[in-house]
Nanobody, 126 residues
Framework: QVQLVESGGGSVQAGGSLKLSCVRS????????MAWFRQAPGKEREGVAAIYTRAGGTYYADSVKGRFTISRDNAKNTLYLQMNSLKPEDTAMYYC???????????????????WGQGTQVTVSS
């Protein structure tokens, strides 16, 4: 059973930075995808960024390109999301997700991932 635990959320002013972490425990295939999603009140959950643990390929939503960076430390079973130049519209609950195989062109869809964390809140004030 895979477990994902996020941390690092908080409240910041616009233009500020936060770094989210997600620690994975439990068995998963040696190579897999991990991602960050977010969900704002009244909106659908959307993919923010994803990474493939083997080759390190990364994928980003257009809304965060150039501002967010996804990375992972395989030795620590930890996924990160460095968020810079934060905007009020980045306010949401951020979730970590994992999956062994998926169609990478659909990485941004919630249904592409089967393992989820409980989320960490990010609030950006103007």
């Amino acid at each position: 059973q895979v477990q994902l635990v996020e941390s690092g959320g908080g409240s910041v002013q616009a233009g500020g930075s936060l770094k989210l972490s997600c620690v994975r425990s439990g068995y998963i295939y040696s190579t897999y995808y991990m991602a960050w999603f977010r969900q704002a009140p009244g909106k659908e959950r959307e993919g923010v960024a994803a990474i493939y643990t083997r080759a390190g390929g990364t994928y980003y939503a257009d809304s965060v390109k150039g501002r967010f960076t996804i990375s992972r430390d395989n030795a620590k079973n930890t996924l990160y999301l460095q968020m810079n130049s934060l905007k009020p519209e980045d306010t949401a609950m951020y979730y970590c997700a994992a999956e062994e195989t998926l169609c990478v062109e659909w990485w941004f869809l919630e249904e592409s991932f089967g393992y989820w964390g409980q989320g960490t809140q990010v609030t950006v004030s103007s």
